[in-house]
């Protein structure tokens, strides 16, 4: 056991009691970010003159050595330390003696290890949005792809109106984009830098916080030290928009796994992306989508769990925010993992455009078009609705499609109707009309597009 605080003790601690206590099994993930606080700590204790210059050079030089041992295997973090940072300075006191005992002067683990997690979820939100870049890269250009691929829309999972796949990706491609501005909300207003807060209190040194922040590239200081020590609020934001991205990658891998299924068949996943069964022969299986979609649960967990951590906590520091980690790390690398996946999946996939397009003209995607044109001819939309039911009733009863009815049974029911019923109503001519802001006709579609490139150059 290495433990930075024995002196008022009188009795070894219990070992279990130290186990439970300990989190070094899990925040010396945060080595490199410790060492980096530690540096500007330092840098600044020597601007304002509480150690020397040479101190200083001989503590960052020593710190560097340490996290170059760690990283060739020279060196172990051992559950012999109880955190990340006792690891640190204790293997710099060992390697440097009493100038390393300065480290540590003017700051607390509350404000270290604040400052820990702010710098490493910095590094993740970054990660996680050039992820999601890369997803929306792929979905863009399946929307390129697909302009004219027109397939059933649905409400209800009932065929709805005609729409394109590459309208239906451009769905997602919005979702995706909110997802990523959400990230760089929280990344903006977490931006600040806590160290300098101490325990809770502040301190006694005239430390100067405003370089300490500079140094590690944050706005500014926080303004409130108790706060600092004990604020996850932006934790809670990002498990919060994380959910957010699962439940995206969820609705968008339910309607994988639909599209991919023997009865659809809209799609079909590549053998690299996809699994067999062990005793089923003929399966290929959508494995990869329905992971995401499970591993959603468990992303929501991690706010859950989050939000109940904090609920409780009076100001500042208590124990109970050392549970902020495990569960945070688990949700980043879960959703970092299946963004990965799920990009490698959809870029492989393959779209049968006959599949969608047989799919949206027997479906009766077109009656709203037909009732349209009624509306064209001077026919009240309500009366036109009423005319339009009925033809479908009869198609159904003859087993066909609308645009194979012939024309006595249209005029049967309505004298409006003439031959160019059939060019009005026919999918392509449906979807090829629909050019408002946002809909799925190919000119509006090719402005989305555009715009899309540009979002992409520029974010
Ligand atoms: N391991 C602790 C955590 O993760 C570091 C802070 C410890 N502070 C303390 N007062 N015991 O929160």
């Known amino acids: 056991m290495a433990q930075l605080w024995g002196?008022?003790?009188?009795?070894?601690?219990?070992?279990?009691?130290?186990?439970?206590?300990?989190?070094?099994?899990?925040?010396?993930r945060f080595l490199k970010q410790d060492v980096r606080g530690s540096i500007a700590h330092v840098t600044m204790l020597a601007s304002v003159d509480i150690i020397s210059n040479d101190e200083k050079d001989l503590i960052i030089k020593t710190l560097n050595e340490i996290v170059e041992d760690v990283e060739s295997g020279k060196l172990e973090i051992t559950t012999t330390y109880e955190d990340v940072h006792s690891f640190v300075e204790a293997n710099l006191i060992d390697r440097i003696g009493d100038t390393g005992k300065k480290l540590h002067t003017g700051r607390s683990r509350?404000?270290?290890?604040?400052?820990?997690?702010?710098?490493?979820?910095?590094?993740?939100?970054?990660?996680l949005r050039d992820d999601l870049k890369e997803l929306m890269k792929v979905v863009n250009n399946l929307m390129k792809e697909n302009v004219d691929t027109v397939m059933p829309g649905f409400t209800h999972m009932q065929k709805a109106q005609p729409v394109t796949f590459a309208h239906h990706m451009g769905a997602y491609f919005e979702m995706f984009?909110?997802?990523?501005?959400?990230?760089?909300?929280?990344?903006?207003?977490?931006?600040?830098?806590?160290l300098g807060s101490g325990a809770l209190a502040g301190t006694t040194y005239p430390l100067d916080r405003e370089l300490t922040a500079r140094l590690l590239s944050f706005k500014g200081p926080t303004m409130n030290s108790m706060d600092s020590v004990s604020d996850r609020d932006y934790l809670i934001e990002l498990l919060s928009a994380l959910s957010t991205v699962m439940m995206h990658l969820s609705r968008f891998s339910e309607e994988i796994?639909?599209?991919?299924?023997?009865?659809?068949?809209?799609?079909?996943?590549?053998?690299?992306?996809?699994?067999?069964?062990?005793?089923?022969?003929?399966k290929k299986n959508p494995d990869i989508a329905e992971l995401v979609r499970g591993k959603t649960g468990r992303v929501y967990g991690a706010l859950m769990t989050m939000l109940t951590v904090m609920k409780g906590?009076?100001?500042?520091?208590?124990?109970?925010?050392?549970?902020d980690k495990e569960m945070t790390f688990d949700a980043i690398d879960t959703v970092k993992g299946c963004i990965v996946l799920f990009t490698g999946m959809i870029s492989t996939m393959k779209i049968n455009k006959v599949?969608?397009?047989d799919s949206a003209a027997g479906g009766f995607t077109n009656a709203t078009d037909a009732a349209d044109y009624l509306v064209n001819h001077g026919v009240a939309f309500r009366d036109a609705h009423g005319i339009i039911g009925r033809l479908v009733l009869r198609c159904i009863e003859l087993g066909v499609s609308l645009d194979k009815l012939p024309l006595e049974e249209y005029k049967s029911i309505s004298p409006v109707f003439e031959e160019d019923i059939y060019?009005?109503?026919?999918?392509?001519?449906?979807?090829?009309?629909r050019n408002t802001i946002g809909a799925p006709g190919p000119e509006s579609m090719k402005d989305i597009i555009a715009k899309n490139d540009e979002y992409l150059a520029a974010n």
């Open 257 to 282: 796994i639909t599209w991919n299924s023997n009865e659809y068949q809209f799609i079909e996943l590549d053998d690299s992306y996809s699994t067999g069964s062990s005793i089923m022969p003929q």
């Open 423 to 433: 060019k009005a109503i026919s999918i392509e001519e449906c979807v090829a009309r």
């Open 177 to 194: 984009k909110r997802d990523r501005d959400r990230l760089s909300d929280i990344f903006d207003r977490m931006n600040y830098c806590p």
């Open 355 to 357: 599949r969608m397009k």
């Open 313 to 323: 906590i009076p100001l500042a520091y208590n124990k109970d925010i050392q549970e």
């Open 7 to 28: 002196g008022r003790f009188s009795k070894e601690t219990d070992q279990l009691v130290y186990d439970f206590n300990a989190s070094i099994t899990y925040d010396k």
């Open 110 to 127: 509350n404000d270290q290890v604040a400052l820990d997690m702010r710098l490493y979820i910095r590094d993740e939100i970054t990660e």
